[in-house]
Structure formats: structure tokens, C-alpha cells
């Protein structure tokens, strides 16, 4: 798995995306998170009493409901984590899209990109209710991820409206793949919320469609582009190859997704969900991306 000017930048920077991921995740997290519900069972309503039964040096607990499961425990800090990943993604979009709209070239451009902004806090909301719905903190949630893309965005300073359009079609788009991988490992009412989340795609589509014109309008601009498509993959990627290596939890959703949907197609062979798997994936989701757009990725 590789893509043009890919490999050297994702290889040298993973410590230094983990080291910063580490940081942010000293935040307490909640006490009150609930267990899945057993087969036919229910999820705790909010609020449920709840003991507190792990704890680690980073300030870090989980709680659980009376009868639960170690497993039980762990995969209800996984879906958290993930509910708490995509909500802080939503809120950076949010910042994205408002600057975006103030830097656009033309009133038509400004009033779109402002409706998708609103659009990034609504389906944010979205996923705060989730999570308050399951017992977590909202707020300690996003407060675990605040700065995972500090590093990602210091690296990837557009130089103009056009990158900027990019650099949100691009990095967007590999973080809603990732969630993709990961979706099936979850409950179906959090994956519902997921999905309806990442399958919001209105402003991606507006990006394309801008990019596609600029493209074909004028080829140095398409070149420069193509150019900074590579760039930004490779640093999306190593965005990932930390969350992966911080957020274990991660990791095990998308093997429990990957052992359902096996499990869902006789015959199927469960494939291995390693990090390199994970990335193959995403780069090629990410081939295909560049592809709609006429640039060679």
C-alpha cells in the first residue's frame, strides 16, 4: 500500500502524532459510561447508579452497571471513544467551514459554506445526544481528543482557498472512512447516529464539484492540486496510525466490525484488520476521491 510521496512522510511521523495524541488523553474520562446490553436486553437509562471499577495513571476510569462484564465494560469505552472522536471532528469542521466562508472568493461560495458549517454543529449535536443517551459525558468526550490534529493542521497550512477546499475534502473524507471501518463494531442505534453522520456528504459534494472546475479550467492549477492531494494524504494517514496506536479501542471495533460483516456473508473469510489493512483501505478510498476530481493521487 503506497501512494506518490506518501510513504517517507507517514513512516518518520507516527511517534510524533502519538506522543501529541498522548497528550490529550489525560482528560478524566466519564464514570458514568453504561455496558452494551446484553442480548436482548436494554442499555441503562441515564443517570443509572454506577460503580467505578477501573482506573489507570492517566486518570482514566469506566463505570459500569451492577452484573456487567469486563468485556462488557470495554466495549462501551470503545464506542465512546468513537462517538467522542467524530463529534470532535464535527466541531473542527465546524472551524474549518466558517473560515472557509469568510476566505471565498464570491457571495455564492460564502452562503454555502456557511450553511455547511451550521450543518457540522447539527450533526455534531447529533452525536452528543448519543452519548449523553448512553451515560457519557459530552463534553469529557470531545475533551479527549482536543489537539489530535493540532500536528495535521500546523503541517498542512493551505495557500490558498482552493488547497484549503482540498485539505477539507480530502482529510474529512479519510476520518469518515476510518469511522466506516469502525461502524460496524458498534450498537445499532450508535451506529445508526454514525452513519447518518458521515453519510451527510452535501458539502463534500460541493467541494468536488468546485475542484472539478478548477481543475479542468486551468492545469497548473490541477497540478499544484494533484500535488498537495499527496501531501495531505500522507499526513491524514499518520493522523490515523496514531489513533490507532493511542486508542486501542479503535482498533477493536474495527475487527469487530470486520468479524460481523464475515460473519453476515456465508463464506466469507474474515480479513485481517491490522494497521496496514486499515491504511490500504483508507488509501484507496482516498484514490478514489482524487479520481472524481480528474487528479492523480
Wanted: with cysteine.
Amino acid at each position: 500500500m503506497s501512494s506518490p510521496g506518501r510513504d517517507a512522510r507517514v513512516v518518520s511521523r507516527p511517534r510524533d502524532y502519538a506522543d501529541r495524541v498522548s497528550q490529550t488523553t489525560n482528560e478524566p474520562r466519564d464514570a458514568s459510561v453504561q455496558p452494551d446490553p446484553a442480548p436482548g436486553g436494554a442499555v441503562p437509562a441515564p443517570g443509572t447508579p454506577v460503580v467505578d471499577t477501573a482506573g489507570s495513571s492517566a486518570g482514566t476510569s469506566a463505570g459500569t452497571a451492577a452484573g456487567a462484564t469486563s468485556d462488557d465494560v470495554q466495549r462501551a469505552e470503545d464506542r465512546l471513544d468513537l462517538l467522542g472522536l467524530l463529534a470532535y471532528t464535527e466541531l473542527t469542521s465546524f472551524a474549518r467551514l466558517a473560515a472557509s466562508s469568510e476566505q471565498a472568493p464570491a457571495v455564492r461560495e460564502r452562503l454555502e459554506l456557511a450553511r455547511y458549517a451550521a450543518r457540522a454543529v447539527q450533526r455534531q449535536g447529533q452525536v452528543l445526544a448519543r452519548i449523553a443517551e448512553l451515560g457519557g459525558d459530552p463534553t469529557a468526550r470531545i475533551a479527549g481528543f482536543d489537539g489530535i490534529y493540532d500536528d495535521y493542521e500546523a503541517r498542512t497550512t493551505p495557500s490558498t482557498w482552493w488547497e484549503g477546499l482540498l485539505k477539507g475534502y480530502v482529510g474529512h473524507g479519510i476520518v469518515d472512512d476510518f469511522c466506516r471501518l469502525a461502524v460496524d463494531g458498534l450498537d445499532e442505534a450508535s451506529r445508526a447516529v454514525v452513519l447518518e453522520v458521515v453519510l451527510d456528504s452535501e458539502a463534500d459534494e460541493s467541494a468536488a464539484d468546485e475542484l472539478l472546475r478548477a481543475a479542468q479550467a486551468d492545469a497548473a492549477v490541477a497540478s499544484r492540486l494533484a500535488l498537495w492531494g499527496r501531501r495531505l494524504v500522507g499526513e491524514s494517514l499518520g493522523v490515523v496510525q496514531a489513533l490507532l496506536a493511542s486508542r486501542p479501542g479503535l482498533a477493536r471495533l474495527i475487527a469487530a466490525g470486520a468479524a460481523r460483516d464475515a460473519a453476515e456473508r456465508p463464506g466469507a473469510v474474515q480479513p485481517r484488520t491490522d494497521q496496514a489493512w486499515v491504511l490500504s483501505r483508507l488509501t484507496a478510498e482516498h484514490t478514489r476521491r482524487m479520481g472524481r476530481l480528474g487528479l492523480a493521487a
